[in-house]
């Protein structure tokens, strides 16, 4: 801006902010272009298989959309399954049941994920906060409808999901996508070791 026209005294207004300074590093889902159906189709899309350029620090984003994208992607899968295992009379109870228990899960699930995942991350060096973890750790979710391929699906929806963490969290950190590979899976076990544990020592005993 040209400032040689400016009155004598006259205070300079204050340079302009850097393009999107407000929304860089977020995702489709989280502006308000487009339809609902694009965001999330295009956030899916961008997690799944761009998991390095999708995350990055942000000093501001509404917690809410990311755990909204996760019960989204979530309950889809669900009533998808739902309806190709043929429930006949039963479908609408099973319908209401498995949507309290996913929300139930994702209420407790995610942030019990996020602080395990930022604990280990920090056991291995990388310094990050809680709020990007929780972010990246609901997003992840989009690998779950991975679970609808025949056989193979949870193998898938797992792999996938450690992908999108390792990268995520690379990304977050700074750290090498390999290095940040032993704290995400040691967070994503680490709650199945504490319940399998004690039930093989009961039997033991």
Known sequence: MDYQNQSPGQTPPPPPPPPNSNEAGLLPW??????????LWQTWQLVMFKPALAFGPLSYFD?????????IVTLAQMVIS???????GGFSYSLTSIIFRSLFLLAVGLPILSGLLMFFL???G????FSP??????????????TLIPVVGPFANLGWSIYILMNGTARLTGMPPGKTAL???IAIFAPLLLLVVPIMLMFVG
């Open 30 to 39: 989280e502006k308000e272009q487009g339809t609902v159906w694009d965001r």
């Open 126 to 129: 990388a310094k990050t906060t």
């Open 133 to 146: 973890i929780f972010r990246l750790v609901c997003y992840s979710n989009a690998a779950s409808i991975l």
């Open 63 to 71: 917690w809410r959309l990311p755990l909204a994208f996760a019960a």
């Open 82 to 88: 739902l309806l190709f295992s043929g429930m006949g």
């Open 183 to 185: 704290p995400v899976i």
């Open 122 to 124: 920090g056991l291995f």
